[in-house]
C-alpha cells in the first residue's frame, strides 16, 4: 500500500475529530454521549477502510503479479463490488493467457517454418537492425541469428552485393540478383530483397550453385557434342568431296578415301549411341528388365566382342570370379556395356603382350567387380575427372583409336543407377585398376 494513502486516512480521521468537536460546541450534548458517539462512528470507519484498503491492496498485487507474468487465479473473498473486479481480473487473465499462447504456439510454427525451409531469409527493421535470420540463412552467409540479432545489417554481412541489394531495396526498389560469396563457402546465390510495409527490408535467398553448376555442364556438353559430331562429318565430306572431284577414278587411293568414310561414320554411330545411352541414362529410371544377371555370360560376351582386338595386340586375359555362377542385379545389356567399356579400355590402353584380368568378390551383400590391365596408367591429376563426360587424358590419342571419352562417364552413370560404385586407381606406366559393385542378386 502506497504511504500517501495512510497520511489521506489520517488527514481525513482528524477532520472529523475537528468537525465534530466543532458541532459538539453547538449541539451541546454532553461530552460522554459524543465521545461515545466518536469512538462508534471511528471504529466503524476504521472497519470500513481498513476492509477497501486490504482488499484494494490485494487485488492491485493481483494486477502486480499478472504484469510480470505470474499468472494465478484471484481467490474471491467478497461478495460486494469487488467480487465484480476480482471475477473481471481473473476473466482477463484467462483471455490474456489464451492470446499469448495462441501468439507463442504461431510463434513457434513460424520458427520451426522458417528454419526448415531451404531458402534463407533475413528481415531487417526500418532502423536498419537484423530482427531475423534463420537457419538457411546464417548457413549461407556464415552468420549465427544470437550473434546478428539486433545489429546493423552493414556490419554483419561481408557482402557488400548483399548489402547493396538491401540499401536499394529501402530505397524503395525491389531487387532480385545473382550474388557469388566466398565465404564460408564459394556459393551463387539469387538474392530477392524486398521492402516491407512499415520500413524494414525482408531478404529471400536461394542457393543456385548447383543449378549454376548443371547450367555450365549442360552448355559444355552441347558444345563438346557439336565438336565431336563435327569432326568426323568434315571428314566424311572431304573425303566425299575428293572422290567426286576424281579420285572416285583413281584406282589406288578410292578404296582409302572409302574406308575413311566407312572408319569416320562408324565413329558417329558410336557417338550417337553413347550420347543417346547417356541421355537415357539421365532420366535416372531402371529398365524394366533388372533381373539377376550371371556376369560371366556377359563377361564372355563382351570379351568376344573385342577379341580382334585382344588378339591384334597379344593381350593375355585371365577371368577368376569364383567357382559358382555370380549373379548380379542389372539389366543385361547394363551390365554389358559396363564390362565393354572397362575392358576396350584395358585393352586400347595397354601395351602390346600386357595383361588383364578380370575378378569378382562378395562384398558387403554385393559384388565386387575389378578390371586390371598392365598398361600405360593414368596420371594421378587426371583420376578425379576420369569419370567425367568426353574428359580424355590425351584428346588426340584418343581420337586416333576411335574414343571420344564418354565410356568411363556411362560406365559410372549405369553403376550408380543399380545403387553401386564405381572406382580407380591407377599408376602411370604401371597399370590401372576399375572396380565396380553391384548388388548380389
Ligand atoms: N585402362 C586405362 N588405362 C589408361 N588410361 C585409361 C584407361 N581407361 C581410361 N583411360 C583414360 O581415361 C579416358 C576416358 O576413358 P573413356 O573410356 O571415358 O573414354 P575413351 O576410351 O577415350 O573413349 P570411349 O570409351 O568413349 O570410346 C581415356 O581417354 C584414357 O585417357
Ligand atoms: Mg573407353
Not at 548483399?162 to 556459393?187: C, D, N, Y
Amino acid at each position: 500500500m502506497e504511504e500517501h494513502i495512510y497520511w489521506k486516512l489520517f488527514l481525513s480521521y482528524a477532520a472529523v475529530l475537528a468537525l465534530s468537536i466543532v458541532i459538539m460546541f453547538f449541539v451541546k450534548i454532553s461530552l460522554i454521549s459524543f465521545t461515545l458517539i466518536l469512538v462508534m462512528i471511528t471504529a466503524y470507519s476504521t472497519w470500513l477502510s481498513s476492509f477497501f484498503i486490504s482488499n484494494i491492496d490485494r487485488l492491485s498485487d493481483a494486477i502486480f503479479e499478472i504484469s510480470k507474468g505470474n499468472y494465478r487465479p484471484v481467490i474471491a473473498k467478497t461478495s460486494s463490488e469487488f467480487r465484480r473486479i476480482e471475477e473481471a481480473i481473473n476473466d482477463l487473465q484467462e483471455r490474456l493467457i489464451g492470446t499469448i499462447g495462441e501468439l507463442s504456439a504461431s510463434q513457434g510454427k513460424l520458427k520451426a517454418i522458417l528454419s526448415s525451409m531451404a531458402e534463407g531469409v533475413m528481415a531487417v527493421d526500418a532502423g536498419g537492425n537484423v530482427i531475423l535470420l534463420n537457419r538457411a540463412a546464417g548457413e549461407m552467409l556464415g552468420l549465427i541469428e544470437s550473434e546478428v540479432t539486433g545489429r546493423n545489417f552493414v556490419e554483419m554481412i561481408r557482402h557488400p552485393d548483399i548489402t547493396s541489394s538491401i540499401r536499394a531495396a529501402f530505397s524503395g526498389g525491389s531487387q532480385e540478383k545473382e550474388i557469388g560469396v566466398s565465404l564460408p563457402q564459394e556459393r551463387k546465390l539469387l538474392v530477392h530483397a524486398v521492402p516491407v510495409s512499415g520500413g524494414g527490408v525482408v531478404t529471400v535467398m536461394n542457393d543456385i550453385t548447383r543449378l549454376k553448376k548443371l547450367e555450365s555442364i549442360r552448355t559444355e556438353f552441347t558444345a563438346n557434342v557439336s565438336h565431336e559430331l563435327k569432326t568426323p562429318l568434315t571428314s566424311i565430306k572431304a573425303s566425299a568431296e575428293t572422290l567426286i572431284a576424281g579420285a572416285v577414278n583413281d584406282k589406288e587411293n578410292n578404296i582409302d578415301f572409302l574406308n575413311k568414310i566407312m572408319k569416320n561414320s562408324e565413329r558417329l554411330s558410336a557417338l550417337i549411341d553413347d550420347i543417346l545411352q547417356l541421355s537415357s541414362l539421365d532420366e535416372g529410371r531402371t529398365p524394366k528388365d533388372v533381373k539377376p544377371v550371371d556376369a560371366a555370360a556377359i563377361i564372355d560376351r563382351a570379351l568376344d566382342t573385342i577379341s580382334a582386338k585382344i588378339k591384334q595386340k597379344k593381350i593375355k586375359i585371365s577371368v577368376d570370379i569364383g567357382d559358382g555362377p555370380v549373379e548380379v542385379i542389372c539389366s543385361e545389356d547394363h551390365l554389358y556395356r559396363v564390362f565393354l567399356n572397362l575392358l576396350d579400355n584395358a585393352v586400347k590402353y595397354n601395351k602390346e603382350g600386357g595383361s588383364v584380368t578380370i575378378t569378382g568378390r562378395p562384398y558387403n551383400g554385393q559384388i565386387e567387380f575389378e578390371v586390371a590391365d598392365t598398361g600405360i596408367g593414368i596420371d594421378a591429376e587426371h583420376l578425379p575427372r576420369i569419370f567425367e563426360r568426353f574428359y580424355t587424358t590425351d584428346k588426340a590419342r584418343s581420337r586416333e583409336l576411335g574414343g571420344t571419352g564418354l565410356g568411363l562417364s556411362i560406365v559410372k552413370h549405369i553403376v550408380e543407377l543399380y545403387g553401386g560404385k564405381a572406382a580407380v586407381s591407377s599408376r602411370i606406366n604401371e597399370g590401372s585398376t576399375f572396380t565396380f559393385t553391384l548388388n548380389k542378386a
